[in-house]
């Protein structure tokens, strides 16, 4: 609830205008920002298509396959984020 409760303080202290990077696989987290009343753009995001081979993780995009240093959803996740800012 405090997490919950703290990303609400943050989401509405964006300017006008602004955005809102988010993760939208943290069910509860969507929920919020979907009920969120803000004047500020919400950018979801979401894991990158990816694979594992060899236990080395790649990302796809563009048609395009790249090898990864990083490894797990949670990296994954934190670079989709990064990639958006």
Known sequence: DNYINQFKIFAETIQPNGKLIYSE???VLYKMVSKLNVDV?????????????NGITSIIADGKTYELEVFGQHNLLNMQAARLV
């Open 25 to 27: 696989t943290d069910e």
């Open 41 to 53: 753009e919400k950018l979801p995001y979401n894991l990158p298509e990816y694979t594992i081979d």
